[in-house]
Every structure is written in structure tokens, then in C-alpha cells.
Nanobody
Framework: QVQLVESGGGLVQPGGSLRLSCAAS????????MGWYRQTPENQRELVAT???????NYADSVKGRFTISRDYAKPTVYLQMNSLKPEDTAVYYC?????????????WGQGSQVTVSS
């Protein structure tokens, strides 16, 4: 069972920045991608950003140009740099890791990190 440990959430004012980190157990062997989803009480979990083991990135339209996902090449760790944060970015952010052959939206999940954007 893969363990994903997240860090970096918190409270920030609109226009501010936060950086989320997610460290997975094991290695990159067999991993197709890692990424971030977010969820609010009103909405379903939605994709924020993903990065594959080949460094292909994918972003939700709502975060393009503001968020950047990156990864550590030596160990299965990903980062989400969030700039120009808006109140609508407030959510619980979940780290996700998918092995090759696992369907989108499945795989292993972190415990969730609360991000609150408020003045």
C-alpha cells in the first residue's frame, strides 16, 4: 500500500501564494503520474494538476497560469506552487498517485490538506 504524505496547506489572503508537497513511499518505478485534486463540501472532487513520469503536465482551466506542478526526479514527490490565489481556490487538496493501468480518478490518495483563501 502506497502512503502519500501531504504538507503545506493553510490560510492565505487573496493574491497570496502557497506551496503544497506530497511525498509517496516507494519509488517512481511503475508510477504513471502524480497530481492534485481538490474538493469542497458543495462539489465533487475535481482535478487540479497532474504530472506524469515523462513530465507531461495537465491543469484545470481554472488554475492555468497561476498554479505550477513539479516533481522530484529522485523520489516520488510532487509539489504544487499556487500563486495569485482566489477565494474560490478554497478546498481540501488531495494528492493522488496512479500506477500504470489504473483509471483516472483512482489510485492512492493522501490525507488531504486544507487550503483557505480569505481576507
Amino acid at each position: 500500500q502506497v502512503q502519500l504524505v501531504e504538507s503545506g496547506g493553510g490560510l492565505v489572503q487573496p493574491g497570496g501564494s502557497l506551496r503544497l508537497s506530497c511525498a509517496a513511499s516507494g519509488s517512481w518505478v511503475g508510477v504513471y503520474l502524480m497530481g492534485w485534486y481538490r474538493q469542497t463540501p458543495e462539489n465533487q472532487r475535481e482535478l487540479v494538476a497532474t504530472i506524469t513520469s515523462a513530465n507531461t503536465t495537465n491543469y484545470a482551466d481554472s488554475v492555468k497560469g497561476r498554479f505550477t506542478i513539479s516533481r522530484d526526479y529522485a523520489k516520488p514527490t510532487v509539489y504544487l506552487q499556487m500563486n495569485s490565489l482566489k477565494p474560490e481556490d478554497t478546498a481540501v487538496y488531495y494528492c493522488n498517485q496512479r500506477q500504470w493501468g489504473v483509471a483516472a480518478g483512482r489510485g492512492d490518495w493522501g490525507q488531504g490538506s486544507q487550503v483557505t483563501v480569505s481576507s
